[in-house]
């Protein structure tokens, strides 16, 4: 049940951004006001404010979330852009296969006791053609078509390596820092304060220069999606850890195939996404990359 639920909360994460289209949100200031609403979620969630003493400049999951809150709010941002602009397939595919790359730091930088067979390495293949296809949507306009493919698969590139960057430091401070769940909690909640913070001065700036105006359902926007981001994240460790036992080598390829498909499922029922067969087998093929890649752990 715990999967389920989080399946369900991370799928609606896409179908969120695609739905600030419809409903003339602003993505960016929805985006900071979900980051505002994660740190508030957390202190609630966390439920003992004395833990906030523990954050010290000495513990490197202090340190880090400076640089990451940087990249979390940019790439949140992207990948509310494509699954607007490009489809929710496009962005599902690229942030979930992006799994592969801490999988690939692992064991090249770091001992382990698993290596790389032959099938890694057709999965590793397989990710850039899965990419590749996700990218394309036909154009009556050959010029146009050429210029709009590259875009997209420049963004959603982007997405899947931004993505990555982000899961390899929080895998890394995770074993070597943030081991606790205090200090796991509180590593997130930095996390998201400084990625608020980024954005606040943004939109303040924004602001003042009369670019924008803070609307209500822009707020609104933003606290749901914050509210759907921070519990995605509990449901997924508590899944994790009591109906898979901590087993990530099986959960993770798992979970995130089951969500490239449940939110493109859902993205045709709900938005009547189309998919040309070229997508499709950018999807097949990125679940297939994902198998290859962990098929020690789930085979």
């Avoid at 390899?168 to 401070?173: A, G, K, L, M, R």
């Avoid at 803070?214 to 519990?231: A, M, S």
């Avoid at 036992?245 to 490239?260: K, R």
């Avoid at 998919?275 to 098929?295: D, E, F, K, P």
């Amino acid at each position: 049940m715990l999967f389920l639920i989080a399946l369900a909360l991370s799928a609606s994460l896409f179908l969120i951004f695609r739905s600030f289209q419809k409903f003339r949100i602003h993505t960016f200031q929805a985006i900071v006001f979900n980051y505002w609403t994660c740190v508030l979620t957390a202190l609630i969630y966390l439920g003992d404010f004395s833990a906030l003493q523990n954050i010290s400049w000495q513990h490197l999951w202090v340190k880090v979330p400076l640089g990451l809150g940087f990249l979390f709010i940019s790439t949140f941002y992207l990948m509310g852009f494509v699954a607007q602009n490009i489809s929710v397939a496009a962005s599902s595919v690229a942030s979930k296969i992006s799994l592969i790359i801490p999988v690939v730091v692992n064991l090249v930088f770091f001992e382990h006791q698993d290596t790389f067979d032959w099938l890694n390495y057709v999965g590793l293949g397989l990710v850039f053609i899965a990419i590749f296809l996700t990218s394309y949507r036909p154009k009556n306009n050959q010029t146009a078509s050429k210029a709009n493919f590259w875009r997209n698969f420049i963004l959603i590139l982007a997405v899947f390596i931004m993505s990555g960057a982000i899961d390899t430091s929080i895998n890394w401070v995770s074993s070597v820092s943030a081991k606790d769940e205090t200090s796991q909690a509180l590593f997130s909640m930095i996390i998201f304060a400084v990625a608020g913070t980024i954005g606040l001065i943004i939109l303040l700036k924004q602001i003042l220069t009369k670019q924008i105006q803070i609307t209500l359902p822009n707020i609104v926007g933003g606290i749901i999606l914050g509210v759907v981001n921070y519990f995605s994240v509990i449901f997924m460790i508590l899944s994790l850890q009591k109906e898979f036992l901590g087993n990530g080598a099986f959960f993770f390829p798992l979970f995130n195939i089951a969500i490239i498909l449940v939110s493109t499922l859902l993205a045709i029922i709900i938005f009547r996404e189309k998919l040309n067969s070229a997508n499709r087998w950018g999807i097949v093929l990125a679940i297939i990359a994902i198998g290859a890649m962990a098929h020690q752990h789930i085979f």
